[in-house]
């Protein structure tokens, strides 16, 4: 696409927006303005290439789809079955998987999708299949409290929060708690880093249905040949959830042990992230739980969003190109070079570095929260996530760290002495911030100090660090 056909084809839908709701298109413009002059490191955000963005917007966007492709309960729908077929393509041959299903809407309905199918295939219940066939309407009071008896309290074993993990590994505020009797294994309290040997152990202890792997701030690999054989070990279904990595993947960063695909019963991910995609979900799967994924819609989700996968189509096939994996190395680089910035300031960093895509900051070295961290950050130009770290004494809202990672800034064009520039910055941010007090002039979790020249200093930094490296250049709103 030339460069005055993305102007024209994002100037144009502004100016159609407009017509109708120009607040609309005032917010659409802002955020585009706001995330150029924004440090981003948010660890799961990213940049979506044009011709993605643009595949959304359309008429498959007005389709409903239910079911699959060839089988949908809606006429009219072979125009959704070329692009869904296209984004499984491409998904299979990206990930060497034996089948995709690119549904999903997001990663938690990812998740969901594969605790269903584990739990069919693994679990017996005529309720379930009746359910499955679309015949909710004929099950029975007896046939509910036998579905309800027969799925729950199934067993899941994933990382902990603190450690890494991510909410809808089986933690109560999610779904997954409620569906599953969850444990946690957690991380090796000196390094930071998973120690298989506990895993086998808890595995062998709770024997679960379903062993979870993958995380959302965990800064290493993870070495998905040991964890199948743990799960295999105790006749669990191995589950890896790669939506924050699934990039380095497809990039062939990680490889061999660090690949999840060839190693999990099943694989579940975002489609942006790393992925550089639409928001979206996906689930990889061999034969044998095919159909039971294939049966998310209507089990567990809602009609397909055709529009949506459209735009994973496109990004699928961009990440085909020989320059993704360059750019999936260099994010790896970055981070490396971020977290070695970082240290040599005096930052603490969980595990000490990092192997991925993202870095760990314990900020309590600073004398911090999280959420003083990231606000102050926030203040200054640069846009992070608190986040917890391991054992957290100060918990899952203020938490004691800030998580940062390197995709967007990469996608922009940074690279080494960039990243280095960051530490800078980010070190020079948090060093100049102090606790506040509450109104009783108790210590405050939340409230801080920073001098306003000072983040006023580091936004104008930070927006001459990214200058040279302009997001969507080929875009002009006028």
Same mark, same amino acid.
């Given at each position: 696409?030339?460069? !005055?056909?993305?102007?024209?084809?994002?100037?144009?839908?502004? /100016?159609?927006?407009?017509?109708?709701?120009?607040?609309?298109?005032?917010?659409?413009?802002?955020?585009?303005?706001?995330?150029?002059?924004?440090?981003?490191?948010?660890?799961? /955000? !990213?940049?979506?290439?044009?011709?993605?963005?643009?595949?959304?917007?359309?008429?498959? $966007?007005?389709?409903?789809?239910?079911?699959?492709?060839?089988?949908?309960?809606?006429?009219?729908?072979?125009?959704?079955?070329?692009?869904?077929?296209?984004?499984?393509?491409? =998904?299979?041959?990206?990930?060497?998987? *034996?089948?995709?299903?690119?549904?999903?809407?997001?990663?938690?309905?990812?998740?969901?999708?594969?605790?269903?199918?584990?739990?069919?295939?693994?679990?017996?219940?005529?309720?379930?299949?009746?359910?499955? @066939?679309?015949?909710?309407?004929?099950?029975?009071?007896?046939?509910?409290?036998?579905?309800?008896?027969?799925?729950?309290?199934?067993?899941?074993?994933?990382? $902990?929060?603190?450690?890494?993990?991510?909410?809808?590994?089986?933690?109560?505020? !999610?779904? $997954?708690?409620?569906?599953?009797?969850?444990?946690?294994?957690?991380?090796?309290?000196?390094?930071?880093?998973?120690?298989?040997?506990?895993?086998?152990?808890?595995?062998?202890?709770?024997?679960?249905?379903?062993?979870?792997?993958?995380? *959302?701030?965990?800064?290493?690999? +993870?070495?998905?040949?040991?964890?199948? /054989?743990?799960?295999?070990?105790?006749?669990?279904?191995?589950? +890896?959830?790669? %939506?924050?990595?699934?990039?380095? +993947? &497809?990039?062939?960063?990680?490889?061999?042990?660090?690949?999840?695909?060839?190693?999990?019963?099943?694989?579940?991910?975002?489609?942006?992230?790393?992925?550089?995609?639409?928001?979206?979900?996906?689930?990889?799967?061999?034969?044998?739980?095919?159909?039971?994924?294939?049966? #998310?819609?209507?089990?567990?989700?809602?009609?397909?969003?055709?529009?949506?996968?459209?735009?994973? %189509?496109?990004?699928?096939?961009?990440?085909?190109?020989?320059?993704? &994996?360059?750019? =999936?190395?260099?994010?790896?680089?970055?981070?490396?070079?971020?977290?070695?910035?970082?240290?040599?300031?005096?930052?603490?960093?969980?595990?000490?570095?990092?192997?991925?895509?993202?870095?760990?900051?314990? +900020?309590?070295?600073?004398?911090?929260?999280?959420?003083?961290?990231?606000?102050?950050?926030?203040?200054?130009?640069?846009?992070?996530?608190?986040?917890?770290?391991?054992?957290?004494?100060?918990?899952?809202?203020?938490? *004691?760290?800030?998580?940062? #990672?390197?995709?967007?800034?990469?996608?922009?064009?940074?690279?080494?002495? /960039?990243?280095?520039?960051?530490?800078?910055?980010?070190?020079?941010?948090? $060093?100049?911030?102090?606790? #506040?007090?509450?109104?009783?002039?108790?210590?405050?979790?939340?409230?801080?100090?920073?001098?306003?020249?000072? @983040?006023?200093?580091? #936004?104008?930094?930070?927006?001459?660090?990214?200058?040279?490296?302009?997001?969507?250049?080929?875009?002009?709103?006028?």
């Amino acid at each position: 696409m030339s460069r !005055n056909a993305e102007s024209t084809a994002f100037r144009s839908a502004l /100016e159609v927006v407009r017509g109708v709701e120009p607040r609309v298109a005032d917010a659409i413009a802002a955020e585009l303005a706001d995330q150029r002059e924004s440090l981003k490191l948010i660890a799961s /955000e !990213n940049y979506a290439s044009p011709a993605t963005l643009l595949a959304m917007g359309n008429w498959f $966007s007005d389709k409903y789809a239910e079911g699959t492709v060839g089988r949908r309960f809606y006429a009219g729908c072979q125009n959704v079955d070329t692009v869904e077929a296209l984004a499984a393509e491409h =998904a299979r041959e990206l990930f060497g998987a *034996s089948h995709a299903y690119v549904q999903p809407h997001s990663g938690i309905d990812a998740n969901l999708v594969a605790f269903w199918a584990v739990l069919a295939d693994r679990v017996e219940s005529p309720a379930l299949r009746r359910a499955q @066939a679309r015949q909710v309407n004929d099950l029975t009071e007896a046939d509910w409290f036998a579905l309800r008896r027969e799925l729950g309290n199934q067993r899941m074993l994933g990382m $902990s929060l603190d450690a890494g993990g991510h909410l809808t590994h089986g933690f109560r505020p !999610n779904i $997954s708690g409620k569906m599953f009797d969850q444990r946690s294994y957690g991380t090796d309290p000196a390094t930071g880093l998973i120690d298989y040997d506990r895993v086998a152990e808890a595995a062998r202890e709770f024997k679960p249905l379903i062993l979870v792997a993958g995380y *959302s701030a965990y800064p290493r690999k +993870v070495n998905f040949r040991i964890m199948r /054989e743990i799960a295999d070990s105790v006749g669990a279904t191995f589950m +890896v959830d790669m %939506a924050h990595f699934a990039g380095l +993947v &497809a990039g062939k960063v990680f490889t061999g042990d660090f690949d999840p695909v060839p190693h999990a019963h099943i694989v579940t991910t975002t489609t942006h992230k790393s992925l550089r995609g639409p928001r979206g979900g996906m689930v990889l799967c061999g034969p044998e739980l095919a159909d039971q994924v294939d049966r #998310g819609c209507p089990m567990v989700l809602g009609g397909p969003l055709p529009h949506v996968m459209a735009a994973k %189509a496109v990004a699928l096939a961009e990440a085909r190109r020989p320059d993704f &994996a360059d750019y =999936a190395q260099r994010i790896v680089d970055n981070a490396q070079a971020l977290a070695d910035g970082l240290l040599r300031r005096g930052a603490t960093l969980v595990t000490g570095g990092t192997d991925n895509h993202l870095v760990l900051i314990d +900020v309590s070295g600073y004398g911090l929260t999280g959420r003083q961290a990231e606000q102050a950050l926030l203040d200054s130009g640069i846009v992070t996530n608190r986040n917890s770290v391991p054992q957290d004494p100060n918990g899952a809202w203020y938490t *004691s760290g800030i998580r940062i #990672g390197t995709p967007a800034l990469t996608t922009r064009g940074l690279g080494a002495a /960039e990243m280095d520039a960051t530490a800078e910055l980010i070190h020079t941010v948090l $060093s100049q911030t102090t606790p #506040g007090t509450g109104p009783d002039g108790a210590p405050s979790k939340a409230k801080y100090v920073l001098d306003p020249a000072v @983040a006023e200093s580091v #936004g104008k930094q930070a927006a001459d660090l990214l200058t040279p490296f302009p997001l969507y250049p080929a875009v002009d709103l006028g």
